[in-house]
């Protein structure tokens, strides 16, 4: 049968994780499967019923600390089932549940159309949706979870099931940022947007005007529309460090200036910004770790008054000697804030700002001091695209939002098959007391 040869044995390639998965050391996976096809998909499922094994699901397995634990699972490596396709009329693009962002962008780009995606393209697509996502166009467009339509995935009992706004809607709405875990995604359809005309780029600085730099562009990020979406930018670290504004704005050369004029008046070293194709959004967040193992860390923020950025450039700056490999401020709100628009599990981010650090593991305890320092400031949640996965439940979701997930993966994986990236999915046996009845 085709299904052994999707299994694969102890020893084989695919038993190494990436050297950026926050696997726990050392850690390997009972089984390895790299399934072909959908039928594929439901014979390695109903196989790990069969060996008591339950299933962990990587498309990149970069994802950022999602993975949980692997011993004694059936690690299912969604990479073969590829491909997008685009229905230019619908503005809808299909992808396979092994698909990277620049999958979507390459279908969807020569029609002049861009996915609500994030900055990176080589992350996948199905990880990014279950667990949120925000990229260049989500101040004016929303999460990147919103943006889909519909998904289809193999449940625990093997079924291939279709979920949309139609049918199986509690499940569907559980699959827009609710974190995952309940089953592997074989497709997904995603609106794609027109963004009209975009300029974007990136303004560099050298590291020690990190100061100046980024109370400027905390000043800027109070006054600019929702058409324009930025991050500041200690990227390097050390010797290598240097101080980026890197800016997307849906607008037309003129307001572009206009909008720009505050950050160029800081006299830049280098200007990047230029009027750019949606294919262009892929190339434009540099990439600075390469393949190097990463701790990762995040902090959701409330807002960013000019006294958390002195505390913020305190331990991440020029004075501290740029500790961490990577660290970003990212401009949040506008419609990633709209509660109104609010319709899958996540909806809205109800914050003004994103901290993604990435340090070498060995600098783990500066990034954690770093957002133990900027708590103060926190929004009180925190963003499942990041998380750690030793946070508390009670951090991740509210407690309404808990128990509707919970109903879904009982009723969809009732025996806990699935490795959730989060507690707050697991343990269906012995459900904590918030949990509340089945709704
Ligand atoms: C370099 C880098 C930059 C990033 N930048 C951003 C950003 O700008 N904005 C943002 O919002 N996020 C960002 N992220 C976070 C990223 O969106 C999430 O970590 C996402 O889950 C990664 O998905 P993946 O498939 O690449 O990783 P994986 O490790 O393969 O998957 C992560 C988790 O998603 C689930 N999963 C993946 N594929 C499937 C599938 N086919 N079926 C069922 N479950 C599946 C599993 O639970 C898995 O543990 C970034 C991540 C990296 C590594």
Redesign the pocket.
Known sequence: MRTIDAILRPGADAFEP?P??DVPAGERPAAVAEPVSVEEVQAVVRHAARAGLRI?????????????RLADTLL???GA?GGARLDAPARIVRAG??S?WADVTRVAAPAGLAPIA???P???????V??????WL?RRHG??SESLRAVE?VTADGRLVRADHERERDLFWALRGG????????AVELAVVDPGPIHGGTLRWPAARARDVLHAWREWTLEVPREVTSMARLAGGGDEAATLVEAVLLADAPAADALLAPLRALDPAGDGVRPLAPADLDAL?A?V?GGRP?H?DHLLLHDLPAEALDVFLDVAGPQAGFPMLDVEL?HLGGALDDRGRRSGALGSLDAGYLL?V?AAPERADVARDLVEELSPWAAGHI????VAPDTPDAEVSPADTRRRLWAVRALHDPEDR????LGHLTGVAAPPADRGPLG
């Open positions: 990436h950026q998965a962990a699901v990587h498309t990149t397995g970069r994802g950022v600390r999602q993975t949980g299912v490596r969604t089932l549940g092994g990277v994030i900055p990176t080589t992350v996948g697509v199905a990880g990014t279950l667990a949120g996502g925000v990229g989500s999460l990147t995935l974190g995952g875990g309940l089953g592997v995604v074989t967040h990439d770790l990463v990762y990212r993604v990435a963003f499942l695209s990041f699935f490795v959730a990236p």
